[in-house]
């Protein structure tokens, strides 16, 4: 089982757009901060922010299994324009590759790229208490449980946490 981030290439817009974005009912979405109620993008959107989105933008890939596209890897810096706080995203769009620690792999390789592209102490990212094996990947990478903001998010008539991981560069290091 070869699990490998790469950029998205232009000619798999398409493919990636059916993978991630043609069911609004997938799986992955009632985990993905379903809170917030993102709403998908169409097809057409997707292809028109292609470019733009993904292609130029380095702090989006897509996750592979043996050359196949089955997910996708973010970061966004959560202070905006000062660009020192940097939260990293990730999406396993296929229910039937849950458990098989293909997020593993792939939030390994992605936090160990970022530390290297980016001179910053922490990575992070945010799950809530309704996403477990969120919470399970990250300390499965090294992450630790920095903060927990109780009774936050509201999802289907119940309150859940907000929780917080991150791993700094030297605990990465030493976690290698």
Known sequence: MSVAIRPLQAKEGHQFWQLAYSDPKAEWI???GPYFRDVLPTEAEFMRTLEDRWLKDPLRQVITLNNELVGSMSAYYEDGSLKRWLDVGIVVYKTDLWGQH???K???QWVA???ETFDLPHIGFTTWSGNPRMMR???AVGMQLEG???????WQGQYYDSMKYGVLRE???QHE
């Open 106 to 108: 792939a939030l390994t």
């Open 102 to 104: 293909i997020g593993r």
């Open 113 to 115: 790229h970022l530390f």
């Open 137 to 139: 990947l990250g300390e």
């Open 148 to 154: 927990r903001i109780r009774q936050v998010r509201y």
């Open 171 to 173: 605990e990465w290091t």
């Open 30 to 32: 009632k985990f993905n």
